[in-house]
């Protein structure tokens, strides 16, 4: 497994436009966005999709590498306990920041900045998903407009990788110029074209149509090659499909393995094929009366057969594990395994229980039917599918469930569906944070909407291990840790891995430079061209 993915079905050109891009507008690029996002502000939005536009457009102390590892951006080093940016007690965080750095609208960047924009992720008012490591900072200080140091209440190991990191999660940094008299940040109309410090600006957001990006002559690496970038929101994949064939798009990131076949057999497109962060999974909500015991949380992981549904759904695409992180992580680890189907023993465990079949064959328990409220996604053909081949796989335990399809800005809104607890189980992918981090979405002390845990699962050893993790600087005992916090989720099912995602991305062939990373997308973007 690990030497086929290792492999990537990528070839790029280095120069000039290749044939079979007939359809292409030259320096130009067309993107698919597979739906709205609910903000253009990353300090409010929950979406990925909004990650990946503000990597363009935005920018923060560190961004990370096509090999995955921090760099950095408007820091000039990275800190370290050993270049002295990381105190030998992990609680003194020290940034250089870049001089001659303008905001797209021209104004000077300086470490105001940076304490304006930490103060707006602290204010109790500011509608944030979490402020993980952010309620640690005691202190900013500023000895000068390019020097700005962090104090800790206590060491936050993953704050370098993390707090002002693209691929960490985390917001970008904000205009105090723009933003230091807004009446109400969560509101305020900056949120819908908001200006920053990337290769592009944001030109226009005309909502469910498009979102539109201009180079930026005032970005400080210099300009980057294309003039303009269109992102095309567009929910429906086979009218997405359509739109490659037409040449009215070039670029469709993540797309689903389903038409993997169809996409490859495309002319004048290829497809990258490259190992994903991203994990597909179904969340169960433990404080549900149905899901609160583990041995009915087992008995559906048991009764699941991920291999067919792979098979059956993914063609073939996607590696198939119990654990949560990726083969291309530093947390990977090996000894976790995978789990077959076995529903034998499901059975037994759901018996053992005390929830009994009836006549019909489904089980009920003190009156109440073992019926799953199942949320996911519209417009997903694929997702379909898979729904309904895991509908069958429980029924022949015993237990139904009743579907709720909503709109993917519903799903993910702050108050939406997920955060809000509306649901039994719920089908959608996490992207755990580059630094390994997972705390956001696992902690007893990040139910929402403190934070992601839309579980609302807590494991004494879990939380043990998440909290030895931010404490640390020791890489050892961080994957250590990480290893128990898997292993509690595994023994305890809050959740199901179904597989850790290949990413697919179908691209006109005259698109060159073109190389994402695992973490965040489209932090190298400055030589893509098409």
């Not at 790029?12 to 044939?19: E, I, L, R």
């Not at 999660?169 to 305020?188: E, F, Q, R, V, Y």
């Not at 670029?251 to 169809?262: K, Q, T, V």
């Not at 519903?410 to 039994?424: E, H, P, Q, T, Y």
Request: net charge neutral.
């Amino acid at each position: 497994m690990l030497a086929f993915l290792a492999g990537c079905t990528h070839s790029d050109g280095t120069t000039g436009v290749t044939a079979g891009s007939a359809y292409a507008k030259h320096h130009e690029l067309r993107v698919v966005l597979q739906g709205d996002v609910s903000n253009l502000n990353e300090l409010l939005a929950t979406e990925s999709q909004a990650a990946w536009l503000n990597q363009l457009t935005m920018a923060w102390l560190v961004r990370y590498d096509r090999n995955n590892r921090p760099i950095p951006e408007l820091a000039v080093t990275v800190p370290t306990v050993d270049n002295g940016g990381i105190s030998g007690d992990g609680k003194t965080i020290t940034y250089n920041l870049r001089r001659n750095v303008l905001w797209s609208d021209g104004k000077p960047f300086t470490a105001d900045d940076v304490a304006f924009t930490v103060k707006l992720i602290n204010d109790p008012k500011t509608n944030v998903i979490s402020r993980l490591g952010w309620d640690d900072i005691v202190n900013v200080e500023e000895p000068n407009p390019y020097r700005i140091v962090f104090h800790l209440k206590s060491p936050f190991s993953p704050f370098v990788g993390q707090a002002f990191a693209s691929g960490g999660g985390s917001p970008p940094i904000l205009p105090k110029h723009l933003l230091a008299h807004s009446a109400n940040i969560n509101t305020d109309p900056y949120n819908a074209l908001p200006v920053g410090i990337g290769p592009f600006k944001y030109v226009r957001w005309q909502r469910g149509d498009r979102i539109e990006m201009a180079a930026n002559p005032a970005y400080w690496r210099g300009r980057p090659k294309l003039d303009r970038i269109v992102f095309k929101i567009i929910p429906n994949r086979d009218t997405i499909l359509s739109e490659l064939q037409t040449g009215d798009v070039d670029l469709w990131p993540i797309a689903p393995a389903a038409y993997l076949s169809r996409l490859q057999a495309l002319p004048g497109h290829r497809v990258l094929r490259q190992p994903s962060y991203a994990f597909n999974h179904i969340d169960f909500n433990v404080s549900h009366a149905v899901l609160t015991d583990a041995a009915v949380r087992r008995a559906l992981f048991l009764a699941l057969d991920r291999r067919a549904l792979r098979a059956k759904v993914s063609h073939g695409v996607g590696v198939l594990q119990d654990a949560i992180f990726s083969p291309r992580s530093p947390y990977y680890d090996a000894r976790l395994g995978f789990t077959e189907k076995n529903v034998a023993k499901a059975n037994a465990l759901l018996d053992g229980a005390g929830w009994k079949r009836g006549a019909d064959g489904m089980r009920t328990k003190n009156g109440r039917p073992l019926n799953i409220e199942v949320v996911s996604n519209t417009g997903s053909p694929d997702t379909d599918e898979r729904v309904e081949l895991i509908r069958q796989d429980w029924l022949a335990i015993g237990a139904s469930f009743t579907r709720h399809n909503y709109d993917v800005n519903l799903l993910f809104a702050n108050n939406g569906i997920i955060f809000s607890g509306k649901f039994d189980a719920a089908f959608f992918a996490w992207f755990p944070p580059g630094p390994g981090d997972i705390s956001q979405l696992y902690s007893c002390k990040q139910f929402p909407p403190r934070g992601q845990n839309d579980l609302r699962w807590c494991n004494a050893r879990a939380e043990a291990a998440m909290q030895d993790f931010l404490a640390t600087n020791d890489f050892a005992r961080r994957k250590r840790d990480n290893a128990t916090i898997q292993r509690e989720l595994i023994r305890d099912v809050p959740t199901i891995v179904m597989t850790i995602n290949e990413d697919l991305y179908a691209e006109n062939a005259g698109l060159v430079n073109f190389h994402p990373n695992n973490v965040s997308l489209f932090d190298d973007f400055m030589n893509v061209d098409i």
